[in-house]
């Protein structure tokens, strides 16, 4: 249906609107060469997420060591309060994935509102970030995309779930 589409639960006592928010993740480039002290292959994935307690993974990339090509499209479940929230942010964690554990290799936050002002300008583009490794050091980009169907759900979106909130409320 395209980058946003509104699902409505109703209790008793409360409404709930889930949002979802469609990501194309499709590579990375110059990331830290990580690999195991065993001298094993760099076999790299990404974690994308914006509730901790719902995190969608991408498949390991067995080829191209510190420049993964994923092409994974992703939907993250939101809640309608998240987006309300100015510092709602998108994490996407990049890992290696070692035969004992798998380690972190870098982080990409991206404000949740960027993404939703980028939409309007910038559908079908690919947007490029900065990778941040654990130590706080730049190593690396992310290469993400914002499906074209997505302008139009842009400009409705807060009007659509305040009119639902202000229904479930009158009621």
Known sequence: MGWYRR????????????????LYLFSAQNLKDVRSCFGGSIR??????VEPNHKLRT????????????????TLSLDAKLLEKETAVVT??????G?????????????????IQAQKFLTGKCLTFVVMRPSGRRQGQLNLGIPPSAYQYVDSFRKDTTSIL???IER
Do not use: M
Request: net charge negative.
């Open 44 to 49: 790299t994935y990404a974690v994308a997420w």
């Open 59 to 74: 498949s390991a990339d067995d080829f191209n060591r510190q420049n993964p090509n994923w092409n994974a499209f992703l």
């Open 99 to 115: 035969c004992l554990w798998d380690k972190l290799i870098g982080t990409v936050r991206v404000l949740l509102s960027d993404l």
């Open 166 to 168: 202000a229904e479930s």
């Open 7 to 22: 699902t409505c639960k109703r209790n008793k006592e409360s409404i709930t609107v889930k949002h979802e928010l469609d």
């Open 92 to 97: 996407i964690d990049i890992y290696n994935h």
